[in-house]
């Protein structure tokens, strides 16, 4: 056995093809899924060595319960922890409920926090390797995806102090920042209750209406162009197994664009932006507008 490692968010995309390829290269996974159905599937396409772990990185209770039962399965040590669960809401930043921005949060950053915290003991004990996936959106944020770029930003902050911190305890932390990915991430829409435009002036709401449709089928269209996850996976078993790991591995096909546009300075990004969404918003606009109206 190469060693042991915990998941979470392995129920799909990165997380589950992270959790298929270390098994098959002989590590004992710990899958976190946050249901039973899910826990059949994982533990199908999983050898006996391993098995799924339920744990909401939002539920304090389960995370407990995760770590006492892979204490006791490993004998106190984790030579891995990837965490890997996250959500996003696409919307203008003035559309989500303080609730959406409080749960983008909860997930993306806090359970990071709380997960860490709870395992860190095991993985010291085995001077293992904490993974985090964060985003190449923690580098740069367009609109409409405002507040999951927050939580990615504010994960790559917490993960910088952390690497620092634990290097002296000989674990070595690394932040994976993925482009787009074919994963169901793309297909799981803002749910209706995490908007609230019911206060905003009507001439905004509709301009917001029209934005949001066009940004649920760019992301259609990115989800279903962009790789495979296993891609991402693999860059993750690297920062697991290489001698010596890298700090940060950014990884897909359009991070370069990304960085390169994160680069411009915002005289030259905010004209840019605002022209080509003026554009696209007048072309689906259901009435054509002059420049001076508002769409
Ligand atoms: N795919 C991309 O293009 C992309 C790009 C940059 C970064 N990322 C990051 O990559 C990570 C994995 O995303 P993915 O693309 O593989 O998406 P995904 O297929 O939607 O997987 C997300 C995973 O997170 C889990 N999850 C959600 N809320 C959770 C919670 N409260 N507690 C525990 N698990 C929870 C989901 O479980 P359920 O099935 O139970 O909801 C699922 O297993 C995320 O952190 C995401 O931000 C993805």
């Not at 930043?93 to 949060?105: C, G, K, M, N």
């Not at 994963?183 to 917001?208: F, G, M, N």
């Not at 990884?251 to 840019?272: E, M, N, R, Y």
Request: charged residues 20%; glycine residues 8%; hydrophobic residues 45%.
């Amino acid at each position: 056995m190469k060693g042991s490692v915990l998941i979470t968010g392995a129920s799909s995309g990165i997380g589950l093809a992270l959790a298929k390829r270390l098994d098959a290269e002989g590590w004992r996974v710990f899958a976190g899924v946050r249901s039973n159905d899910d826990a059949a599937c994982v533990r199908a396409s999983l050898s006996s060595l391993s098995e799924p772990v339920m744990l909401d990185v939002t539920d304090s209770e389960q995370i407990e319960a995760a770590r006492a039962l892979v204490a006791a399965r490993t004998g106190g040590r984790l030579e891995g922890l990837v965490n890997n669960a996250g959500i996003v809401y696409h919307a203008p930043v003035e559309s989500l409920t303080v609730q959406a921005v409080r749960r983008q949060f909860e997930v993306n950053v806090v359970g990071v926090f709380a997960v860490t915290k709870a395992f860190l003991p095991l993985v010291r004990a085995a001077r293992g390797r904490v993974i985090v996936v964060g985003s190449i959106s923690g580098r740069v944020a367009w609109p409409f995806n405002g507040v999951y770029a927050a939580s990615k930003h504010a994960v790559r902050a917490m993960v910088e102090s952390l690497r620092l911190e634990q290097r002296g305890f000989g674990v070595r932390v690394s932040l994976i920042e993925p482009g787009a990915f074919a994963t169901s991430i793309w297909q799981k829409k803002t749910p209706p209750e995490c908007l609230d435009t019911a206060r905003t002036e009507a001439h905004v709401a509709l301009r917001y209406g029209i934005a949001q449709r066009i940004v649920e089928r760019a992301m259609d269209v990115i989800g279903a162009r962009a790789p495979a996850p296993e891609r991402c996976a693999a860059i993750i078993c690297r920062a697991l197994t290489a001698r010596s790991p890298r700090a940060r591995y950014t990884v897909g096909d359009d991070i370069w664009l990304q960085l390169a546009f994160s680069q411009l300075p915002p005289p030259a990004k905010d004209p840019l932006i605002a022209f080509s969404m003026d554009r696209v918003l007048r072309e689906q606009s259901p009435k054509r507008a002059t420049s001076r109206e508002p769409v």
